[in-house]
RNA sequence: CGGGGCGUAGCGUAGCCCGGUAGCGCGCCUGCUUUGGGAGCAGGAGGUCCCCGGUUCGAAUCCGGGCGCCCCGACCA
């Protein structure tokens, strides 16, 4: 209602079509402070419903919710090595705890007051690892303390160069599990237990397919012994990791002697595992279903799945209109359903169907005088399936019955939809360098291709076609038939690969 | 940090080249009429023209310097 201009369409930009609806859809707004920005109560609400069911499923497998500071010592992060490279040049770094005044009048202004610095500066957490496993040594004697399955909801900071609402922000918001267990083998499992965990929740409920791997060496979470990943094609084409999870090994648990007592009565390290999924998943929601008319929302995360307008002439007929709405969305919500009445009366109802469409409102319900005469409602779909009518006129009675499997069937749709979509620019037997260049140059997509296993040849792609290595993927999403060589070197290959640009 | 673009009312913009009362659309407020795809009419409110300095009788406009934002790269969830 706000913008009567069009929006820009995904071809005439992706990413202004994509900064456009994120602002007009009322998801997120810049804010004062560079690289930050306000998440916006429509868009806050789309993160708790993600955060409800994540939630939930981190209960069901086992883990418990905790809180640990936001500031990390310096020297903390600085014990394990790889970690340290990682996340030293993206610091935010608290040196002082008082400001004083200086200057007069005009001039006056605020600075650090130098008697207060801090003996170790303190660094706003980048991630957790380094504090919780401190924490975790103190916890933890015997292997019978094992395993701890922690979970935490929090907020990151990360100082990075380029910032984008949702995708990259200085500060995101996000949860990091960490646990720590008596072996390999069972970290290994935990840490691909999380990983499912993650899949099923973007799959089933953001309806964002995703493809399952591991990350090579260069990629890896720094600090970490293997990574792996759910990696998910957005409509420009490119890749968007959405989550992670890591099997740390003993590296922090060595620097942090998080050590117990086996059973056998010997002193081992434990062994961790840490995964995360952050806000860019709405980020990532956005850019895979949105398209020229603003946001569409997989039904289980919108945070309103049924949107309904009365329609009325005269005022007489306007209360009976909207008590008709509020006795449907009163019927719906008690069938599950996210229901909202929109009775604004300064506005006509196609505004509200523009604005609702922006909004990605999966489902909409018209309610007017002659609907209401032949006790009837009219249904429109934000998407339609194949064949499937714009716009339906159904017995009230029938609305109400089936919402909630209208509802199941939008949700699968979408997940069609952007599987298609998906394999559409997915590229196979792929087997000269100048079409693999050709690919990753042009529209783009995932090239799946033999490699031969060294960074090197990881290093080229980057330079070549500013693509990278997404992940290794699993078996199920493998060619039929392994590449025999890699794609760069034509050295014989020692694992399947998945290249792609990336966000 | 390199390349490009842009800062004028809440939003979108015109005016800038060629200095002279800051204009338009949307939104907002009031009233009346309206409401099945972005309502109409009438009246009204709202401006440090990004900031600092300079030139000038006079600067949104010209000159110098700064700051901010967006896009494309390098860095990353």
Same mark, same amino acid.
């Given at each position: 209602?706000?913008?009567?201009?069009?929006?820009?369409?995904?071809?005439?930009?992706?990413?202004?079509?994509?900064?456009?609806?994120?602002?007009?859809?009322?998801?997120?707004?810049?804010?004062?402070?560079?690289?930050?920005?306000?998440?916006?109560?429509?868009?806050?609400?789309?993160?708790?419903?993600?955060?409800?069911?994540?939630?939930?499923?981190?209960?069901?497998?086992?883990?418990?919710?905790?809180?640990?500071?936001?500031?990390?010592?310096?020297?903390?992060?600085?014990?394990?090595?790889?970690?340290?490279?990682?996340?030293?040049?993206?610091?935010?770094?608290?040196?002082?705890?008082?400001?004083?005044?200086?200057?007069?009048?005009?001039?006056?202004?605020?600075?650090?007051?130098?008697?207060?610095?801090?003996?170790?500066?303190?660094?706003?957490?980048?991630?957790?690892?380094?504090?919780?496993?401190?924490?975790?040594?103190?916890?933890?004697?015997?292997?019978?303390?094992?395993?701890?399955?922690?979970?935490?909801?929090?907020?990151?900071?990360?100082?990075?160069?380029?910032?984008?609402?949702?995708?990259?922000?200085?500060?995101?918001?996000?949860?990091?599990?960490?646990?720590?267990?008596?072996?390999?083998?069972?970290?290994?499992?935990?840490?691909?237990?999380?990983?499912?965990?993650?899949?099923?929740?973007?799959?089933?409920?953001?309806?964002?397919?995703?493809?399952?791997?591991?990350?090579?060496?260069?990629?890896?979470?720094?600090?970490?012994?293997?990574?792996?990943?759910?990696?998910?094609?957005?409509?420009?084409?490119?890749?968007?990791?959405?989550?992670?999870?890591?099997?740390?090994?003993?590296?922090?648990?060595?620097?942090?002697?998080?050590?117990?007592?086996?059973?056998?009565?010997?002193?081992?390290?434990?062994?961790?595992?840490?995964?995360?999924?952050?806000?860019?998943?709405?980020?990532?929601?956005?850019?895979?279903?949105?398209?020229?008319?603003?946001? +569409?929302? #997989?039904?289980? /995360? $919108?945070?309103? %799945? &049924? @949107?309904? !307008?009365?329609?009325?002439?005269?005022?007489? =007929?306007?209360?009976?209109?909207?008590?008709?709405?509020?006795?449907?969305?009163?019927?719906?919500?008690?069938?599950?359903?996210?229901?909202?009445?929109?009775?604004?009366?300064?506005?006509?109802?196609?505004?509200?169907?523009?604005?609702?469409?922006?909004?990605?409102?999966?489902?909409?319900?018209? +309610?007017? #005088?002659?609907? /209401? $005469?032949?006790? %009837? &409602? @009219?249904? !429109?779909?934000?998407?339609?399936?194949?064949? =499937?009518?714009?716009?339906?006129?159904?017995?009230?009675?029938?609305?109400?019955?089936?919402?909630?499997?209208?509802?199941?069937?939008?949700?699968?749709?979408?997940?069609?939809?952007?599987?298609?979509?998906?394999?559409?620019?997915?590229?196979?037997?792929?087997?000269?360098?100048?079409?693999?260049?050709?690919?990753?140059?042009?529209?783009?997509?995932?090239?799946?291709?033999?490699?031969?296993?060294?960074?090197?040849?990881?290093?080229?792609?980057?330079?070549?076609?500013?693509?990278?290595?997404?992940?290794?993927?699993?078996?199920?999403?493998?060619?039929?038939?392994?590449?025999?060589?890699?794609?760069?070197?034509?050295?014989?290959?020692?694992?399947?690969?998945?290249?792609?640009?990336?966000?």
């Amino acid at each position: 209602m706000a913008n009567e201009k069009a929006l820009t369409t995904h071809a005439e930009s992706f990413s202004e079509w994509y900064n456009e609806v994120v602002l007009r859809a009322e998801l997120a707004d810049y804010s004062p402070v560079r690289g930050c920005m306000v998440i916006r109560p429509y868009g806050f609400r789309l993160w708790e419903l993600m955060r409800d069911r994540l939630d939930l499923r981190f209960r069901e497998t086992g883990h418990q919710n905790a809180y640990f500071p936001l500031f990390i010592p310096q020297s903390f992060l600085a014990r394990e090595a790889q970690h340290v490279e990682g996340f030293a040049k993206e610091a935010a770094i608290v040196t002082h705890t008082r400001l004083m005044s200086v200057g007069e009048g005009e001039n006056a202004t605020l600075v650090p007051d130098p008697a207060s610095k801090l003996e170790e500066p303190l660094i706003v957490r980048p991630t957790s690892e380094t504090i919780i496993y401190e924490m975790f040594s103190k916890w933890v004697q015997s292997y019978r303390d094992l395993p701890l399955l922690y979970n935490q909801w929090a907020n990151v900071v990360r100082w990075e160069m380029r910032t984008r609402l949702f995708l990259r922000t200085t500060e995101f918001l996000w949860q990091e599990g960490h646990t720590a267990h008596v072996s390999e083998a069972e970290a290994e499992e935990e840490t691909l237990r999380m990983l499912g965990v993650y899949r099923e929740f973007m799959e089933g409920w953001l309806a964002m397919p995703v493809v399952t791997g591991r990350k090579s060496e260069s990629e890896k979470f720094a600090g970490a012994l293997r990574t792996y990943t759910c990696e998910a094609m957005m409509q420009d084409n490119k890749a968007l990791q959405n989550g992670t999870s890591h099997n740390l090994g003993q590296n922090f648990a060595k620097q942090f002697a998080l050590k117990f007592a086996s059973e056998a009565g010997t002193e081992e390290y434990a062994w961790n595992t840490s995964w995360g999924v952050s806000t860019r998943m709405v980020g990532g929601l956005v850019m895979t279903h949105g398209d020229d008319k603003g946001l +569409v929302l #997989p039904p289980k /995360i $919108a945070p309103i %799945q &049924v @949107v309904i !307008v009365p329609i009325f002439r005269k005022p007489q =007929e306007g209360v009976e209109v909207l008590s008709k709405a509020q006795e449907l969305s009163a019927a719906l919500a008690a069938a599950g359903v996210r229901a909202h009445v929109d009775a604004r009366d300064n506005l006509t109802p196609g505004a509200k169907y523009y604005e609702w469409e922006l909004k990605g409102v999966p489902l909409r319900l018209e +309610v007017g #005088p002659k609907d /209401i $005469a032949k006790q %009837q &409602v @009219v249904l !429109v779909s934000r998407v339609q399936a194949e064949g =499937e009518e714009r716009k339906q006129f159904l017995p009230e009675a029938e609305a109400l019955a089936t919402m909630g499997r209208r509802l199941d069937d939008y949700q699968a749709l979408l997940l069609e939809r952007a599987r298609a979509r998906r394999d559409a620019n997915t590229y196979r037997g792929v087997d000269s360098y100048d079409r693999f260049r050709e690919i990753l140059d042009g529209a783009g997509g995932f090239v799946y291709t033999g490699w031969c296993g060294s960074a090197e040849c990881e290093a080229k792609v980057k330079d070549d076609v500013k693509a990278t290595l997404r992940c290794l993927p699993f078996e199920e999403f493998r060619s039929p038939e392994a590449p025999a060589t890699c794609i760069v070197c034509g050295q014989p290959s020692t694992a399947e690969a998945i290249w792609a640009k990336a966000y």
